[in-house]
């Protein structure tokens, strides 16, 4: 099982990125899906989440109105728009999987089978 995230690099602030996050070896089209990131010296932070029919999404407060998670469950990716990037945005974005069927969960140690993690650098 791997979860494949890419997408990122550097931007100037006020630009746009789009992440993705194609999962193999298994199917997670019924399961909930969470985009984190974390910032060099800093914890691992929520970012989004949608659930597996992609009819719900939930923001964190710091990237609401910016940011946009979405999925395709046939090509079992799961996507992360990003617009309005500011300088706190920097940090290595990492893709998961909540492997418990329940509502949208924001807390690290709720997912599983987490990505490698890909670089965002949002210069000012």
């Known amino acids: 099982v791997q979860l494949q995230a890419s997408g990122g690099g550097l931007v100037q602030a006020g630009g746009y990125l789009r992440l993705s996050c194609a999962a193999s070896g298994r199917t997670f089209r019924n399961y909930n899906m969470g985009w984190f990131r974390q910032a060099p010296g800093k914890e691992r932070e929520f970012v989004a989440a949608?659930?597996?029919?992609?009819?719900?999404?939930y923001y964190s407060d710091s990237v609401r109105g910016r940011f946009t998670v979405s999925r395709d469950s046939a090509k079992n990716t799961v996507y992360l728009q990003m617009n309005s990037l500011k300088p706190e945005d920097t940090a290595v974005y990492y893709c998961?999987?909540?492997?418990?069927?329940?509502?949208?969960?924001?807390?690290?140690?709720?997912?599983?089978?987490w990505g490698q993690g890909t670089q965002v650098t949002v210069s000012s």
């Open positions: 949608i659930s597996w029919s992609g009819t719900s999404t």
């Open positions: 998961a999987v909540d492997p418990k069927l329940s509502g949208l969960r924001i807390r690290v140690f709720d997912y599983d089978y």
